[in-house]
T-cell receptor
Framework: DAGITQSPRHKVTETGTPVTLRCHQT?????MYWYRQDPGHGLRLIHY???????DKGEVSDGYSVSRSKTEDFLLTLESATSSQTSVYFC????????????FGEGSRLTVL | DAKTTQPTSMDCAEGRAANLPCNHS???????VYWYRQIHSQGPQYIIH???NNETNEMASLIITEDRKSSTLILPHATLRDTAVYYC???????????FGKGTTLSVSS
């Protein structure tokens, strides 16, 4: 257990509404990541963070924003949710500077109607 | 980061060794090979990684060819719980986040 908690675990929302997913870690690791996973596409990186207020875009960042105001929390926001953002979202952290060894949360399943 | 090629699916009998291949012919000298697996509906799980020497841990062994253009993940005695999608990823230690491909679906049956 890497001390990663994602919330909410399940959410159903309507098109056009804002949604925020939260990733919380208890171990003060520097690197945090948001991925989404869809059938036929595998895991795709959305955004990542390498410290407080330090974030960067991944493969599929359009339509998403992130914030990291505290080491322990990495927030993923969909400003105006669309049906194409229906997915399972995974948060991950890496311990220390070995950024190839990631530990994932249990996932948040988002359905946009 | 170098691209990897894995078979889409593989089958293995319970108790036998599962050998999962990965081609990474464009790998460069400072790039590591990482293996993860994902059991249905769970988050991916780190298994093992290596640079050029063979590696072994409590979960698996990683065999990297001498030219480093391919590798094999070995699960020595597969169990039903090893049924999962296995991802082979190549990246350097200074790189950004891991980029996952589609992986190999390993089905272990009794």
């Amino acid at each position: 257990d890497a001390g990663i908690t994602q919330s909410p675990r399940h959410k159903v929302t309507e098109t056009g509404t804002p949604v925020t997913l939260r990733c919380h870690q208890t171990e003060n690791h520097r690197y945090m990541y948001w991925y989404r996973q869809d059938p036929g596409h595998g895991l795709r990186l959305i955004h990542y963070s390498y410290g407080v207020k330090d974030t960067d875009k991944g493969e599929v960042s359009d339509g998403y924003s992130v914030s990291r105001s505290k080491t322990e929390d990495f927030l993923l926001t969909l400003e105006s949710a669309t049906s194409s953002q229906t997915s399972v979202y995974f948060c991950a952290i890496s311990r220390g500077e070995k950024t190839g060894e990631l530990f994932f949360g249990e996932g948040s399943r988002l359905t946009v109607l | 980061d170098a691209k990897t090629t894995q078979p889409t699916s593989m089958d293995c009998a319970e108790g036998r060794a599962a050998n999962l291949p990965c081609n990474h012919s464009t790998i460069s000298g400072n790039e590591y090979v990482y293996w993860y697996r994902q059991i249905h509906s769970q988050g991916p799980q780190y298994i093992i990684h290596g640079l050029k020497n063979n590696e072994t841990n409590e979960m698996a062994s990683l065999i990297i060819t001498e030219d480093r253009k391919s590798s094999t993940l070995i699960l020595p005695h597969a169990t039903l719980r090893d049924t999962a999608v296995y991802y082979c990823i190549v990246r350097n230690q200074a790189g950004t986040a891991l980029i996952f491909g589609k992986g190999t679906t390993l089905s272990v049956s009794s």
